[in-house]
């Protein structure tokens, strides 16, 4: 089988890549691209630990072929903050211990972000809502959902 | 399995008559899964998500036509199309995650033939209309007509849908969907119940009609509930009439998420709540 040329954007830079038909944008991004920060808890878009956003919107990068993003942008969680500069998500997920094994803290910051970006100031229903699907194993979710209050917080320039 | 991303609608339909094992790709959220799960693959995959204009909402005689390819999320984010069919978007709504959300189509929701698929009894109650392309041209046919059995839809060879629409309404009108889950969020519907009214000025019901999910192979439509609640302001007698008319109209299946007699009595449940708020959106005060 031949495999498919695609060019797209990944995290701001041009990128070109080779998949075959059957492979996700998940397999693509970890295999191919060795952006292994989504991670694979599910396949089959249940757990939100693969959570990307194309576009800007929110999806699954399980439940996307590699094939279908050629010409689009690409946003992983390598594309936010940096070890020395982190996400106020990222700061706050930290300072909260919102995390233990870490699998789904991936997804929960991509899917948080998108958030904000279209609700700067989310009720913490809105936020419990909006991550229904990105499950946790391990935290119990209290502390993810008042780590991303506390992140909107303060991107809403709020003191801590 | 090759990848195929269609350039318009004539070439789906050309795919779609060679003799290949074909399958069409939308949001791909039903697609993906399936082919993990099996992991069985088609002989092609046809992408119709750039054909042009599948992935817009557009306003056309005073009602919605949604596109092939349009998200459940794009659909959330149309208020004109949420105040005028606020019932068939919260149904959509309520397909998966916001991941899901961010891909999964309303017409991918009716072509997967799921009993439970959300979305559907919304469409039956609002009368939606589905656009369908095929060897012998376009046609515009009433999803009910649609509907076959469970994992398949009445779509002739190399038919497909390129859009559905939802028509115009009167001023007093409203609809809702409301479904009965164990959670209360990302689960399939045990029983579920879509309904649109239109009352006239005295705030009586002119016009009904009432459908229903997960309690049959398809998606029904309950004439006997609607013709319950025309000529009434939803007082307690028609919404027990509607009640009884939705369970003599179930025929479900026994399992873990729910036994016959409980989806049976629920989704009488769910027809008389979601009767009351869209009286109530149609500017009733039952
Ligand atoms: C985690 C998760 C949760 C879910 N929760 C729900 C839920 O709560 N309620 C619910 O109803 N569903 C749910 N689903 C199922 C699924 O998301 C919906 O059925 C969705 O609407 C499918 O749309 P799609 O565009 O992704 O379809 P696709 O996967 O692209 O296609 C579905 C089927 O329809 C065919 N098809 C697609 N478009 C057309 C067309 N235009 N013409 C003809 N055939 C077509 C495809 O070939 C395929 O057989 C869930 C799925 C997941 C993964
Ligand atoms: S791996 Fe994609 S949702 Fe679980
Ligand atoms: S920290 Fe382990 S799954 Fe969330």
């Excluded at chain 1, 191919?32 to 956003?53: I, M, P, Q, R, Y």
């Excluded at chain 1, 929110?58 to 020395?84: F, H, K, N, Q, R």
């Excluded at chain 2, 007509?145 to 007093?172: C, H, M, V, Y």
């Excluded at chain 2, 239109?198 to 002119?206: P, Q, R, S, W």
Aim: some cysteine.
């Amino acid at each position: 089988m031949s495999k498919i040329h695609v060019s797209t954007q990944v995290n701001g830079d041009q990128v070109e890549f080779l998949c075959e038909p059957e492979e996700t944008l998940l397999d693509v991004l970890r295999d191919h691209l060795n952006l292994t920060g989504a991670k694979e808890g599910c396949g089959t878009g249940d757990c939100g630990a693969c959570s990307v956003t194309i576009d800007g919107r929110l999806v699954a990068a399980c439940l996307v072929l590699g094939a279908e993003v050629e010409g689009s942008a690409v946003e992983t969680v390598e594309g936010i903050g940096a070890p020395d500069a982190l996400h106020p998500l990222q700061r706050q997920i930290l300072q909260h211990a919102a995390l233990q094994c870490g699998i789904c803290t991936p997804g929960i910051i991509v899917a948080a972000k998108a958030l904000l970006a279209q609700n700067p100031d989310p009720s913490e229903q809105e936020v419990r809502y909006w991550l229904a699907g990105n499950l946790c194993r391990c935290t119990g979710y209290d502390k993810i959902i008042r780590a991303v209050l506390a992140a909107a917080g303060e991107m809403r320039g709020e003191n801590p | 399995m090759r990848y195929v991303v269609a350039k318009d609608s004539r070439e789906v339909v050309d795919l779609l008559m060679e003799d290949k094992a074909n399958l069409l790709l939308a949001g791909g959220t039903d697609v993906l899964v399936r082919m993990r799960l099996d992991e069985r693959y088609p002989d092609r995959i046809i992408d119709i998500k750039k054909i042009p204009g599948v992935a817009e909402i557009t306003e056309e005689s005073g009602g919605f036509r949604i596109g092939a390819a349009v998200s459940g999320a794009q659909m959330g984010e149309h208020s004109q199309l949420k105040a005028l069919w606020p019932g068939v978007v919260e149904a959509v709504e309520l397909i998966g995650s916001t991941q899901v959300q961010g891909r999964a189509t309303m017409a991918g929701n009716l072509c997967n033939g799921s009993p439970a698929a959300d979305s559907v009894p919304a469409m039956l109650a609002a009368q939606a209309v589905a656009r369908v392309e095929g060897p012998e041209g376009v046609s515009d046919q009433p999803v009910l007509a649609l509907l076959d059995a469970p994992g398949q839809t009445k779509l002739g060879k190399a038919e497909f849908i390129t859009s559905i629409f939802l028509p115009a309404r009167p001023n007093l009108a409203g609809d809702a969907y409301l479904r009965f889950i164990p959670r209360t969020e990302m689960d399939i519907a045990v029983a579920s119940a879509g309904v649109s009214l239109v009352l006239d000025e005295a705030g009586i019901v002119i016009e009904a009609s009432v459908a229903l999910g997960a309690v049959a192979p398809t998606a029904v439509m309950v004439s006997g509930a609607a013709q319950a609640l025309i000529g009434t302001r939803l007082e307690a007698a028609p919404l027990q009439a509607c009640a009884a008319a939705c369970a003599a109209a179930c025929s479900p299946i026994d399992d873990k998420r729910g036994t016959i007699e409980f989806r049976t009595k629920v989704a009488g449940v769910m027809a008389c709540r979601a009767a009351i708020t869209a009286y109530q959106r149609a500017g009733g005060q039952p």
